[in-house]
């Protein structure tokens, strides 16, 4: 199938109550593993790559080998950039052939969030490109980034509906308690804050940081709202795990094959379990 926006994806994921996967790749093995086990699980799926990604791997290398793989499957495939910082990055994306954007305007005051966020909307839209903005700020690290993060931050429901009026934004990310890469202490996820944000608007909303968040928390997460789940970390630490994994058991491996090929694998049944847990499978 051809790269789809995800309006409709995220919009059908709101009216049945279930979370779309959106997985950070970084390379051909992650990428044609996330779109494998969606297309065995006939899974709507999103594939995401942040700024840093692009300038390694070049949109152009993404934006080819997302579309091969989509080909490969009748599933709907979105290429989604993931932390957009800068107006340029999106124009850049979409003109690479990526059909979904994320602005990522969080850090900055309110009024110039909106602003920013509307320009990139005004754009995409002209363009059939859908677009997340972010609300309130996901902590932890993402990129080179790091976010300190403190409740201050979370997202702020009662401003939601003005947010989502003025910039035109498709989907929402919201702040409510989880971070990104590996968490150190317990994580404990503002249920209530979700509830009330849900109960204000109807547009697809993000939980970002999804990684080591506990399956129970994030079928709560799903039951009061979320319609996109972001998993970076837990697809890194398989990579390289089963990397490390290969080269202790034989220290001698010169192959590449050998072991991408366990990493093609063990990603894929990340991406099923999730897949499973999210309740997106058949949804295609
Ligand atoms: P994790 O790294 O915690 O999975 O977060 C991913 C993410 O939110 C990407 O935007």
Do not use: W
Request: hydrophobic letters at 40%.
């Amino acid at each position: 199938m051809k790269l789809v926006n995800s309006e409709l994806i995220l919009k059908n994921a709101v009216r049945g109550r279930y979370a779309v996967g959106a997985f950070n790749i970084y390379n051909l093995e992650t990428l044609k593993a996330v779109v494998k086990a969606a297309g065995e699980m006939n899974s709507p799926i999103i594939l995401q790559t942040t700024p840093r990604t692009v300038s390694q791997v070049g949109e152009d290398y993404i934006s080819a080998m997302t579309k091969v793989a989509a080909a490969e499957y009748g599933i709907p495939v979105i290429l989604h950039l993931d932390h957009g910082d800068s107006f340029e990055i999106v124009v850049k994306c979409i003109r690479a052939g990526y059909t979904a954007v994320m602005i990522d305007g969080s850090s900055l005051p309110y009024e110039d969030n909106i602003t920013l966020t509307r320009k990139v909307v005004d754009l995409a839209h002209s363009v059939g490109v859908s677009v997340e903005a972010e609300l309130g700020e996901v902590t932890g690290v993402e990129d080179d980034l790091y976010l300190k993060g403190d409740k201050g931050r979370f997202t702020k429901p009662e401003i939601v509906p003005d947010f989502i009026e003025r910039t035109g934004v498709d989907s929402l990310a919201v702040a409510i308690g989880t971070a990104h890469g590996k968490y150190k202490g317990e994580i404990k996820l503002d249920f209530d804050r979700l509830e009330r944000i849900r109960s204000l608007v109807d547009i697809p909303l993000v939980l970002h940081g999804a990684s080591g968040v506990p399956d129970k928390d994030i079928k709560k997460a799903i039951k009061f709202g979320i319609n996109k789940i972001n998993i970076a970390t837990e697809i890194k630490i398989a990579f390289t795990e089963t990397i490390k994994g290969a080269f202790k058991k034989n220290q001698d491996e010169i192959d590449p094959r050998n072991y991408l090929a366990s990493v093609e694998k063990r990603i894929e049944q990340i991406v099923k379990n999730k897949i499973t847990l999210f309740g997106c499978g058949g949804k295609a």
